[in-house]
């Protein structure tokens, strides 16, 4: 009897074991990272869980917080929403809404702050996606708008990917018609670079 006992505790042992070892991150983007106009299975974040599991060996759940036509200003709410499933990594990658409609970027970054600090509270790593964007709105703005990643990293010490369209944007065979969002093609290459960025953080 004390035999099965312990069997059955070793076991439990183990279970309990193997579902702390299970990571779970969010993605918490818009457009880009939901994968607008390209098939579920292509999306980046999806790319990403099938690499970790494949080459690193290791368990993985990975949450899409991509919504399409998101900017800062709603990402704490969905951040919080998000959270009860308790990620270990958040990854934001937020903000080309912000630039593209001309947002006032003190807010913009006041909002990436909010989001940050309240990722850092829940025990999350949190890690950062900057954006890049065309000089539409002049370059003072577009200058300004990447200023704004950098001085969030270097507040929160936090690591990020400068940009997260980096090999992508501006790549016709790598994006869909509208020359914004990437295709499915598009969507491989960012996964393999944010795979590069994570698996050190696995």
């Known amino acids: 009897m004390k035999k099965i006992i312990l069997t059955l505790f070793l076991i439990t042992l183990q279970i309990v074991s193997a579902n702390s070892n299970t990571k779970t991150i969010l993605f918490l983007g818009d457009s880009l990272t939901e994968g607008l106009g390209v098939a579920q299975k ?6 990403v869980e099938n690499m970790i599991k494949t080459k690193l060996k290791k368990d993985i759940k990975i949450i899409n917080g991509g919504v399409s ?4 200003s709603d ?3 969905r951040l919080k ?4 499933r308790k990620p270990d990594i958040v990854f934001i990658a ?10 006032n970027l003190q807010q913009s970054q006041k909002n990436l702050e ?10 999350a790593k949190v890690l950062l996606a900057g954006m890049l964007i065309p000089p539409n709105y002049g ?5 300004r708008f990447k200023k704004m990643y950098e001085e969030i990293k270097d507040k929160y010490k936090l690591k990020s990917m400068p940009f997260l369209l980096d090999g992508v944007a501006g790549e016709k065979e790598l994006n869909q018609s509208d020359g914004i969002h990437p295709n499915a093609q598009g969507h491989k290459y960012i996964a393999k ?4 960025f994570l698996k050190e953080e696995l």
């Open 81 to 84: 929403w998000y959270l009860k």
């Open 193 to 196: 670079e944010v795979y590069k």
């Open 114 to 123: 909010e989001i940050v600090e309240f990722a850092q509270k829940s025990k």
């Open 75 to 77: 990402g704490l709410s």
């Open 94 to 103: 937020l903000g080309a809404n912000d630039g593209l409609r001309g947002l």
């Open 42 to 47: 292509d999306v980046f974040p999806n790319l």
């Open 69 to 72: 036509g998101s900017t800062t």
């Open 139 to 143: 370059p003072e703005y577009a200058k």
